[in-house]
């Protein structure tokens, strides 16, 4: 008998029984069947049958008649899907029709139209559908509505025989829907009022975004939309109007009134090379920290990473070098809060020596605090590349300006979305080691005495991978969750991120948690107030990386130790290296060194604009902001006693360090907005002013203890404890104007600007150095068969760049040396009290220029940047008292050319979007004062003699010099600047699958790489015998040549392989509404002739000059990711 899972027989079930030939039979009423002369042996059965699962019954071998009931399970059927139709109905006069019957042919769905003619059918198929149409005094009518069409208009002819005139309206109804510009989504919750109507003449969109407005006047009105979020817009409405459809545009004007110093008009006519990566492109493959994230995505920029540590480290430059002695970091503005992108040393320097050798800069491989952000909680970012553009933030925009949107709530209901992701890491290069085939190889090298013969014969003359010993490949993890809405009156959005990376070296990791909250809210119709908070908290451990002069970082001990010396431990006990004086073994460092970071950061601000007064022409804003930076930074070092070269290096049995620093940067700014735009609609106009105020408190305290008792971790339990505390304090004041201008309808628009600032840094805290702006854009008239868009843009601007902290004043220095006495003396650095910005003076122009439907998109921007009274170091003569002396004098010049073109090759059922960037920047030394000759910078590096950035009249600011011969000859080797920058990155899509890559290419730029020359030292580099003995004899003759090598390469910067999971099947795992999965890759391959771990690299840290120094970096890495996104 066949049954389904009530025990109700089944009719008609198909009954084969297996075999040759088959025996096939059907159940007949009740469910039951007979199959005879079945054979004794084993049998398989299948059943099927119409709306049920076929089964499979086995039957084990026997003689005996056999009766069994086979259940089964009736096919789970999927509802058709359908859809909301409305419409209105309407007589041959126009006028609705109330009371209509409007049915779906076939089908019992019908509905009545209202007093408007309006009517709804909800569960409408999404097939093509027949509505049957009647009326009273009407003649009855069908239309066909297209399967995609979710509205229709149906005319009904009027059967009255006399028609009756109707009366002049007095007041009339006025109903539509409003919807977001870009997906033409509903926007639910925004307000409809007429504009000058009274009070309760307001409607509010229902979740359909649909409103009605009564008694509205019969002649022309404007009605003024606000919803959350998007952007104020006013609708003429006529008076044969009486149904409308409204676009509301996201809030851009957010930007406006968070920061004020924005074009307000216009914004798609930019007259600047402005750059800007948007959510998708910004996170489509994992990245640890935003700058990652940027890598190869912006005309004009050139990102390179300092290291491969956990944890950020990277340098943004923006059209080339600024500045030889200033601040090189870009601003960063996130919600109108100006932040810090400061690197704090963590104090490794007092364990490394490394400032020791001939450098004056710290080599510690800080992080720079820009890291800490959520790359997953940005909207855009926005980079304005020059002076040109950012002439309104005075002197903090040198070096350009990043402009950062977050993510914010919409009107409707809330959105969750939760992204899961597991991974790893894995070390993608190592340099290898140099293999020694007998003991007599050993005793040429190092000599018949040396220990490493006894080392050489106790491991049997095995080789080992010290590289691969310290290093490891551990799970990844990353969980990001938000939620965002919103009602007709507010807006939220909120956040969590929680990551674990552990490093690819033993001890390394970066963990982060951070929370944010964004809110909006709307009071009276008129004030606009908006408030964000993120809240940050990481760890990390970087290991000891670098250079160093103590024998103790990783590779500069790996250097010197051949690969056949062991070093792992035996009974836990690890041996010393016998091939380094300090005795160091990386593999116990990178076990017991702990060189720990713990950050918290508080990033929070408030913004309001207010609109004072508007009418048809006028519009009047007060706008206000305040934001708050501040962050505290831990570091705690500890190299415990049990380390074999703590004692060896200073007679001083282990180092505790304990590093405190904390960071307040504050933001306030006031400003008014008037626009105006003549009933002829002739123009339009904007004016914008306002006064800002910026500080900037920052205060660190190094303790370092040494001989630790009892191998106490605690500062307080060394014999030999020292300190050291910096402090700074700055102020910045500022006064803007403003003025925008859109003429020949939007085609032309014209900008001029200016900005008066002071700050406590300069030598005259009390003058207003101005810095002014101008800029025009064209719209070309075009064959729009042709080009959707050909403009013209050009601008100028002026920008500064800030003395640094201490650089006005003459300091006085604590010591204890005056008769044994607490004191002061004078330092050897004396101030200059007219000390003054930078002067940055930078010319652009552009054409822009995209295809008919967007099908190709070209960006092309040429620039001049000129930059006067440079911050220069001079020496004094000795009869001052003083040594050096900052001061202002010559000056530098940068040109270069940005392109960026978007092509569409493909289109339809398969996409393919192709985008590439290109970056070119030449920079010239034009003029050095009287009395300053060609110097090299000491910032960076060790000499001339090691391979030196030199500074001379006529060359390249980033020109690389060094000795050639044995009498001291020094002779140009390079530049540090490469030729060109590009990133091309591919975007392919079919049905539900995506893949994106991102390439990232650099051609030119050199590296001093000083690692392999440590490696030649210890004579373990891979090829020494023969060419790596060459290169040394070279430099034993003082040619540094060797060393300089080619920084080229081609990355594999991003790949990410998603699918998009049908709707159908997304929502058959509870809440969720949509699903995502995807493999991602970073960094996955690099193709280059460098020899080291990577060309991208910098032991000095992000110097203004000095990058390229390659000193025993942190090893580079790839990642892969396995992501699952869902939407709730």
Known sequence: MVVDGAGD?????????????????????????????????????RLTAPGFDPVAVPLKAGKAAVTLSVSMTRQRVEPPPTRMLTGLVRDDAGAPVANATVRVQGTELAALTDGDGLFLLPGVTTADVVLEVSAPDHTGTTVTVAAGDGSVKVALASTATEPVAPPTPTVRRVHGTVVEASTGDPVPGATVQIEGGAADQLAITDENGAFVLEGVSPGPVNLQVAAVGYDDFTLAVDPSMDDVVITLGYGTNEEIYVEGRAPVIVKQNLANGASVVDDQELNRVSAQTLDGALAAKLPGANLQFNSGAPGGGAQLRLRGISTINGQSSPLFVIDGVIISNVAVPSGANSITAAAAGGSQSNQDNAVNRIADLNPNDIETVEVLKGASAAALYGSKAANGVVIITTKRGRGGKTQVHVTQRFGFSAVSNTLGSRTFGSAQEVMDAYGATS??????????????????????????????????GGTEKASYYGSVLVKDEPGVVIGTFYQKQAGRLALGYRLWDRLKVGLTANIIHSKSDRGLTNNDNTGTSYYVVLSGTPSFVDLLPSGGVYPANPAVGSGSNPLQTVQLFQNREDVWRLIGGTNASLDLWSNAEHKVELLGNFGVDSFDQHNTLLSPPELIFEPIIDGLAGTSIDASTVNLNYNLGVGAQWGYEPASGAFRSALSGGLTLESVDLS????????????????DSGTSVSLLQSRLRTKDQGVYVQEEVALLDDKLSLLAGMLGERSSLNGDTGHYYLFPKFAAVYGLPVEKDLFDVLRVRGAYGEAGNRPNYGQKFTALNATNNIDGNAGLTVGGNAGDPNIQPERQREVELGVDAALEEQRAVIELTAYQRSISDLLLQRSL???????????????????????????????????????????????????????????????????????AYRIEEGKSATQIVGSVDADGTIAPLGDGEPSFRMGIANDFHYKEWSLATLLDWQQGSKIINLTRLLYDFGQVTPDYVGAGEARLDAF????????????????????????????????????????QVSLQGRNLLTFTGYSGLDPEVSNFGSQPIGRNYDVAPYPPSRSFWLSVSAGL
Request: hydrophobic fraction near 40%; charged fraction near 15%; charge should be negative.
């Open 9 to 45: 027989g089944v009719v008609g079930a198909t009954v084969v029984l297996d075999g040759d030939p088959a025996v096939t039979t059907q159940s007949v009423d009740g469910g039951g069947f007979v199959l005879a002369k079945v054979p004794v042996g084993d049998v398989l059965l």
């Open 451 to 484: 220990p490493l013969v006894d080392a050489y014969n106790a491991s049997g003359g095995a080789t080992f991978d010290h590289e691969g010993e310290i290093t490891q490949t551990k799970l990844a993890s990353e969980t990001i969750a938000s939620a965002a």
């Open 700 to 715: 660190s305290v190094y303790v370092t203890a040494q001989n630790l008792t009892a191998g106490q971790p605690n500062v």
């Open 877 to 947: 003569a000795t009869s001052t008292g003083f040594t050096t002396q900052f001061f202002n004098g010559g000056s530098m010049r940068n040109r270069g050319l940005e392109a960026a073109l978007t092509v569409v090759p493909v289109s339809g059922a398969f996409d393919w979007t192709a985008r590439a960037i290109f970056t070119l920047n030449r920079s010239t030394i034009t003029a050095l004062p009287d009395g300053v000759d060609a110097f090299d910078i000491t910032a960076a590096g060790f000499g001339a003699g090691l391979g």
């Open 1036 to 1075: 034993s003759n003082g040619d540094i040549r060797p060393y300089i090598e080619d920084a080229s390469f081609l990355k594999v910067r991003e790949v990410s392989l998603t699918y998009d999971v049908p709707a159908k099947w997304a929502k058959q795992i509870g809440p969720v509404e949509t699903l």
